[in-house]
């Protein structure tokens, strides 16, 4: 019964998908890379927050919270914030500046080669850091949750990679061959069940501590477990208060604001309207995530203890134990949903850096938009191959599957973020600023990385606070060097008329809405 509802389920959202894909052009930059911009903000807000609400925030995110609290919640409830900064700021420039890539933007401000530092970094961030975390971690609840190991008959290890490439086989047919549109549409088919799905688990949890009661359930893990309640994180937590400050917006800025696998889906937006619609919709969704990636952990922690010894086994346990057998099969395939979203996302944004940015600019440069789409595919099978083989290796990583995701991300988002900020703020800073600033910034923090976890661990700063201090010197230095060396003519964003960049009426008033409501809730918990 399991096995036949998961199935069910998971080829339904596969047929949906097929069906949705059959009136777009995919043989287009526009058709396959941004859906034709055609989307509409329902489908951009289910799509924004599947290819983030996968199993690394899921399961990594609720292991943090059994260890650590409510504390944790910062990761999404400030998400909302850096949504709304996007919404008003950087999304009108994308659409006006008629972009498909982000680095088509840096292309424009400053030169080609800025152009292609930025999508090398981008795709070797995602080939050895998001993409194998998300099959792991993505593979460790699916394993857990189905006991492969017992099934088969293998050993743990066996398993994960069995699960490993049954995954990515699965995201690679779904972003190699049906496009961002293919993808888009599963993703919002899949959010409605998540969402649903998602909030059942801590329901179904508190009813097993309170003796069938949600709110007697509610008041135990208050009453037992105060101190998992306090969101001012000490200075010895995975995120100290004052870093919400610092590095904590800049993560959240660069994954929400100019990350490729997380923005495409609002370039594909049929005009700014729709976009901002779709964006803020997802960030009123995203103050409710800690229901679904927060309370779970600590409703684990208090039936489970010590006796879990690997955090991140803490939400694929707690579903095993509270959710009744029938619902299983269909969580496990809403799931399955989301960990093919993160990494068929992830992918076909990989495909588009790749067609775009390197293929025609240095492999092809009269290549048809066929051609581009083509070799973006064969790249992106590549890509999806690498990711397969690295994954497993996850299992060793430190600080579990969250912390480690978050901390070596900074490599290339604080780089990136710097160069892409200083440019829409400045007019004069020349490409060889952001030469510099993206190269230095990407090899200093990864000395950081190098010297924290080995000699010197434990002697620098947060890793949060470090990324706020490499950003503050790279914008210094960039505008020190653009001062000296000026560009010749200062920048000027032409409107390409792609889309229509009227603005909703009311982004404004949602967007101060929504960020009282982050301050009040944090209030509440301090």
Known sequence: MIIFSFLAFTALVAFISYRATRTTDEYTSEGYFLGGRSLTATVIAGSLLLTNLSTEQIIGLNGQAFEEGILVMAWETLAAIAMVITAVFLLPNYLKGGIITIPQ??????????????SGLFLTGYVVVLLPIVLYSGSLAIST???????????????IWICVFSIGTTGSIYAIFGGLKAVAVSDTIN????????????????????DGSVLIGLEKLFVSHPE??????????????????????????????TNQAIIQRALGAKNLKEGQKGLLMGAFIK??????????????????????????????????????????????????????????????????????????EYINKEASEHQVVHAGKIFGLFLALSAMFIAP?????????????????????????TIILVGYLTK??????????????????????????????GKFPHFLHMMGIIFLFNVILMLFIGKIYPRENSFVLEYTKNVAIIPWKYVKLISVLICVIVIYIYFIFS
């Open 191 to 210: 959010a409605i069940g998540l969402l649903i799905g998602g909030l059942i688990i801590p329901i179904f949890g508190l009813i097993e501590i309170g």
């Open 287 to 360: 103050i409710l995530g800690p229901l679904i990636v927060v309370l779970p952990g600590i409703i684990a922690f208090y039936l489970f203890g010590d006796t879990i010894s690997n955090p991140d086994k803490a939400y694929p346990e707690l579903v095993n134990k509270v959710l009744p057998t029938a619902l299983i099969g269909f969580f496990a395939a809403v799931l399955f949903g989301a960990i093919l979203s993160s990494f068929n996302s992830t992918l076909n944004s990989s495909i588009t850096l790749f067609g775009i940015d390197i293929y025609k």
């Open 428 to 457: 004069r800073v020349p490409a060889i600023a952001a030469k510099v600033a993206i190269l230095l910034g990407a090899i200093l923090y990864l000395i950081y990385i190098v010297l924290d976890t080995t000699i010197l661990e």
């Open 393 to 417: 290796f996850i299992a060793k990583a430190p600080d579990g599957l969250f912390g480690y995701l978050q901390k070596v991300n900074g490599c290339y988002s604080i780089p990136i973020l």
């Open 228 to 257: 998992k309640f306090n969101v001012i994180g000490a200075g010895d937590s995975s995120i100290p208060f004052g870093t919400i400050f610092t590095g904590m917006m800049l993560v959240q800025l660069f994954y929400w604001g």
């Open 145 to 159: 949750m189905f006991n492969v190991p017992e099934l088969f008959g293998v050993s743990e290890e066996t398993a």
């Open 105 to 118: 933007f840096l292309e424009e401000r400053y030169d080609t080669p800025t152009k292609a530092i930025t």
